[in-house]
């Protein structure tokens, strides 16, 4: 499975961002898919999940409300969908897939992992 970020950038508190992640190879649709992000100095936080097949989805708290995260139809892209953006956002983004029939929020639990794209929210 791989896994592609992109669609990070530059933006003002208050402003919006879409990430995608491109997901490709074998059996890569049951593939259960998760948003981490890694601000500067700290651990990879889990942001937010997709199950593969039932298409449930999971938050943290501190997004909640304000970021989506959808897969599309044919499985291949997962966005995240960010509104409402704090600098306490600022971030590199990555996606990552595990085999899993549930989300895990554990960063070691997931096998592939795409590269980072950097989110910037300026105050």
């Known amino acids: 499975v791989q896994l592609q970020a992109s669609g990070g950038g530059l933006v003002q508190a208050g402003g919006s961002l879409r990430l995608s992640c491109s997901v490709s190879?074998?059996?890569?649709?049951?593939?259960?898919i998760a948003w981490f992000r890694r601000a500067p100095g700290k651990e990879h936080e889990f942001v937010a999940g997709?199950?593969?097949?039932?298409?449930?989805?999971t938050y943290t708290d501190t997004v909640m409300g304000r970021f989506t995260i959808v897969r599309d139809n044919a499985k291949t892209t997962v966005y995240l969908q960010m509104i409402n953006l704090k600098p306490e956002d600022t971030a590199v983004y990555s996606c990552?897939?595990?085999?899993?029939?549930?989300?895990?929020?554990?960063?070691?639990?997931?096998?592939?992992w795409g590269q980072g794209t950097l989110v910037t929210v300026s105050s």
């Open positions: 190879g074998r059996a890569a649709t049951t593939y259960a």
């Open positions: 997709v199950a593969g097949s039932s298409g449930t989805t």
């Open positions: 990552a897939a595990v085999q899993y029939p549930y989300i895990p929020r554990r960063p070691h639990e997931y096998t592939y």
